[in-house]
């Protein structure tokens, strides 16, 4: 999901800080723009709605692009089907977003060019985020260059979407995996149809898949033959905020501990991400525990002196108050 925030009167709704508040001045306001709204809503007893710039199938447009324009920017001219990257210390890292891009992307005032070019505006927003991005691109490579070996007299759009339906695939996977950890205690045997039914609240014989074709009618709005948008109730719901640690400790390569990296402070800086090396960052991945999963945010994310979502506007940013305010507004 993703909405460009409203600029329209009344569309700026600023978060009061509470006074006495230890990190920032009195009378401070966390800008807060609503979601832009869609023409149309919001009027003549119409209830406001809002754009969703994302496709609502999990087609991983968040590594491809969501235009032609930026997906034919963002693949490499070979016959492989793979996508752009670059060679620093022996390792595949995303481009630059020089002028071969100029992907309007958020990043930190006068350092627009210290970020990757990805398909995704939020790609730049911390070290997990840039690792997500670079994996699945080196990935999609890797697949590009398999069905090359297997399939010679594929030309390079077969090599490049066959890849890409493999990593969407890969991607749900990930997704349900995660999605399933909400889900630990429904009181009925954990199958392939145990997400599905918690959420819709059928049982065994009627979301049968079996018994029913792909894709699942329940599933897609009748009018558009699109899927019904999932990401509304988890984003409200659940959210994924409270899988963001506050620092990850990285190691050399004899495991020996270095640094203690703030994360928060990893935003926007895909130089610093080349320097500590993605194999230091998954590794520090690998061993950072979660304090109090389900429990919320880490509080290193409720008093940030930036704002996280975009550093090019507002003076400071509390995720959770963020997050809440977004329920609100959407009703």
Known sequence: MLSDAGREKGDLMNIDIPAGDPDFPPKTKLEFWRSQRAPGTGENGIPREQYNKRSNWMDLETIYGSTKEMNALLRQKDAAGALKC???????????????????????PGQHRNLFAAGD?????????????????REHNRMCGVLHGKYPDWNVEQRFQTARIVMGAKMNMIGAAYFKAYFIDVPWPDDPTAIMRSWTGKTVLEINPLTMSYPWK?????????????P??????????DLIPASLQIFDKENNPTTLVNLAETAFNATSFKQTGINSVVEAMSVTQIPDFHSGIQDTYRSMKFNFRNPDEGNGFDLAAWAIMHERERG
């Open 121 to 137: 505006l939020r790609a730049n927003q911390d070290y997990l985020l840039m690792v997500y991005q670079t994996l699945f691109v």
């Open 232 to 241: 509304n109730e988890f984003s409200v719901g659940y959210r994924w905020h």
């Open 86 to 108: 670059e060679l620093i210390l022996d390792d595949d890292y995303l481009p630059v977003n020089d002028e071969r891009f100029n992907f309007s992307l958020p990043g930190r």
């Open 218 to 230: 329940m599933l897609l709005n009748p009018k558009t033959g699109d899927p019904y948008s999932l």
